[in-house]
């Protein structure tokens, strides 16, 4: 287990990081730009924590010690203690560049260096830094500190050293870990966006509407989220991203995102985060937007 985690990105896969590695013992720098963003992080950790608690998942007594582990900033410096840190920003190559590249030189030069992406190319990220040998994909699922499984995604120099440290990470938060080849997409995501798209255009075309997609797909394959629900839970801004990656880099037009899913996100309708997405969730009960 690493001792000290830099987590950038307070977003909701980044303070879940933040918050399943402070339980495990780690200490935590989480940077993000914002200042509200990281006093949000921090007060969701707090109740999701609280949640556990009331569950039996966890003992009241450790929600204390593990926030008092972490420690929030907009300065990079944070980074200096770290034997290891983990990229969580939104799922643009351009932008996760970009702060990889302002990481490394805060960094110790020893230490080992992650994303959370859920669709780039690994060894593509792993290129723009100063140590792809010690770097790694680390693809936690959403809600980071619900969800039990990992993929752990080698680039092209990962060394088996590097790979065996963040299986082991994986395992100490008590996550399950899935290894996948460093392809678009992934595994989960390779199955799982096409599906989520094909609804898309399901409900575009006209075949049902968005209760009845959702009501077939739960009790038709015993799905716990129909996949327009589980859209708007990912933020269709996120899955437009995935989809267009997979779009782009396998070239194939099965991938092609669906052009209803493009209009909502042009119209900031991206789902839970933004109170609208093909349901509207300003009443206690989600209506359908279509």
Excluded at 11 to 21: E, K, L, R, V, W
Aim: charged residues 25%; negative net charge.
């Amino acid at each position: 287990m690493f001792k000290t985690i830099g987590v950038i990105g307070a977003g909701q896969m980044g303070h879940g990081i933040a918050h399943a590695s402070a339980l495990a013992g780690a200490n935590i720098r989480l940077i993000d730009v914002s200042p509200e963003a990281l006093t949000d992080a921090v007060d969701r950790i707090r109740s999701f924590m609280g949640k556990q608690a009331s569950r039996g998942v966890i003992k009241e007594a450790e929600i204390e010690p593990a926030l008092a582990r972490i420690k929030t900033g907009t300065d990079y410096a944070l980074l200096s203690d770290c034997d290891m840190v983990i990229e969580s920003a939104t799922e643009n190559e351009g932008i996760k560049r970009d702060i990889l590249k302002r990481a490394i030189e805060h960094m110790p030069a020893d230490a080992l260096l992650s994303t959370n992406t859920s669709s780039i190319s690994i060894t593509r990220l792993a290129a723009n830094t100063d140590r792809p040998d010690r770097f790694c994909g680390c693809h936690f699922m959403n809600p980071v500190p619900a969800m039990p499984l990992v993929e752990l995604i080698r680039g092209l120099a990962t060394t088996d050293e590097t790979f065996e440290k963040f299986r082991a990470y994986a395992e100490g938060l008590g996550k399950t870990v899935a290894v996948s080849e460093d392809f678009p997409g992934f595994i989960v995501n390779r199955i799982l966006l096409p599906m989520i798209n094909e609804a898309i255009y399901t409900l575009y075309e006209g075949v049902g509407t968005v209760t009845a997609i959702d009501t077939a797909m739960k009790l038709g394959t015993r799905h716990p989220l129909g996949p327009l629900e589980l859209a708007d839970f990912i933020g269709l801004d996120t899955c437009l991203a995935i989809l267009s990656v997979l779009h782009g880099d396998l070239a194939d037009a099965k991938y092609r995102p669906c052009p209803l899913l493009v209009k909502y996100v042009e119209a900031g309708w991206l789902g839970v985060k933004t109170g609208r997405g093909f349901y509207d969730y300003a009443e206690e009960t989600p209506r359908p937007t279509r």
